[in-house]
């Protein structure tokens, strides 16, 4: 499992995607949380700016990564 640090209270999901070099772009990373192929703690989560805390999970592609 990945991991990714954040410095703020929170990160939001796209921006997760991209930090976590699982998409090249926000434009990517839009794209495949609307087409529902991004799980967040487990469920299909289709919003963008859905934000992720220490402790969360999110996958994509095969690839799962923790919040911290």
């Known amino acids: 499992m ?5 410095k ?4 939001k999901l796209g921006q997760a995607l991209k930090l976590a070099g699982l998409v090249d772009s926000g434009l990517t ?3 495949m949380i609307q087409d529902g192929q991004v ?4 469920e299909v989560d289709t919003r963008r700016g859905r934000k992720l ?4 999970t999110f996958s994509f592609n095969g690839n799962e990564v923790q919040v911290g």
Do not use: R
């Open 39 to 42: 799980l967040v703690n487990g």
């Open 53 to 56: 805390y220490p402790g969360d």
């Open 29 to 31: 990373a839009k794209e």
């Open 8 to 11: 703020d209270e929170y990160i």
């Open 2 to 6: 990945l991991q990714i640090q954040i």
